[in-house]
């Protein structure tokens, strides 16, 4: 069964660098988003992106976040500056179609910022 | 106030028993999700919704548009089923609005 795939599945980073988070998406999926979930925290939407562009985002997402789908595979989702309180889950899903379509969830990377 | 409310929290419950989490929502939907949550962290969708009523198994998901309500049923629970269950909502602008979540317990 084709699945959503991100790596790493863990990242240690200090504060003020920057990463970048990677996701494989279900290959004939048009619609790629990323969340994110603080610990014992709800799952927050950060940005949604079809044909190359953001098709939505939150005010989470800020302008040291980027995303970009480098190649026909890979949909990256890049933080600058990084800041302790990015430290949590982040979740790629990716989706068929627009609006009536089920998201499809990687199993998350977990950033921690020192 | 959340766009998005679960009730319980909390739900422990022995195996066998007929479970029920409840999802209300307060903003004008184009589909409802129900989500699984293993203590690992992964994320699995178990329903999508718009109207009616979904069945899956055991599970079985039913939506009510009038009354901005959903919930989501376990028959014959079983201790596999220990979860964080998750009701998310999508206004129709590609990103979903998560509740926050019933975390499920079932006791053999």
């Known amino acids: 069964e084709p699945e959503v795939t991100q790596t790493p599945s863990h990242q240690v980073t200090q504060m003020g660098q920057e990463v970048i988070l990677r996701c494989v998406p279900i290959?004939?999926?048009?619609?790629f988003y990323w969340y994110r979930q603080i610990l014992g925290q709800k799952v927050e939407f950060l940005v949604s992106?079809?044909?190359?562009?953001?098709?939505?985002k939150s005010e989470i997402f800020d302008d040291r976040f980027s995303v970009e789908r480098p190649d026909g595979s890979n949909f990256t989702l890049k933080i600058r500056s990084t800041k302790l309180e990015d430290s949590a889950m982040y979740f790629c899903?990716?989706?068929?179609?627009?609006?009536?379509?089920?998201?499809?969830f990687g199993p998350g990377t977990r950033l921690t910022v020192l | 106030k959340n766009e998005v409310e679960q009730s319980p929290q909390n739900l422990t419950a022995q195996e066998g028993e007929f479970i029920t989490i409840n999802c209300s929502y307060s903003?004008?939907?184009?589909?409802l999700h129900w989500l699984q949550q293993h203590p690992g962290g992964g994320i699995v969708s178990l329903f999508m919704?718009?109207?009616g009523k979904k069945k899956h198994g055991r599970l079985i998901a039913t939506i009510n548009i009038q009354e901005k309500h959903s919930s989501l049923h376990i028959t014959a629970s079983h201790p596999r089923d220990s979860a964080v269950y998750i009701c998310?909502?999508?206004?129709?602008?590609?990103?979903?609005?998560f509740g926050q979540g019933t975390r499920l317990t079932i006791n053999p």
């Open positions: 998310a909502v999508d206004q129709g602008a590609q990103k979903l609005v």
């Open positions: 899903a990716s989706s068929e179609a627009r609006g009536l379509s089920e998201q499809f």
């Open positions: 919704l718009s109207s």
């Open positions: 290959s004939n999926h048009l619609y």
């Open positions: 992106f079809y044909n190359n562009e953001i098709s939505e």
């Open positions: 903003v004008g939907i184009s589909a």
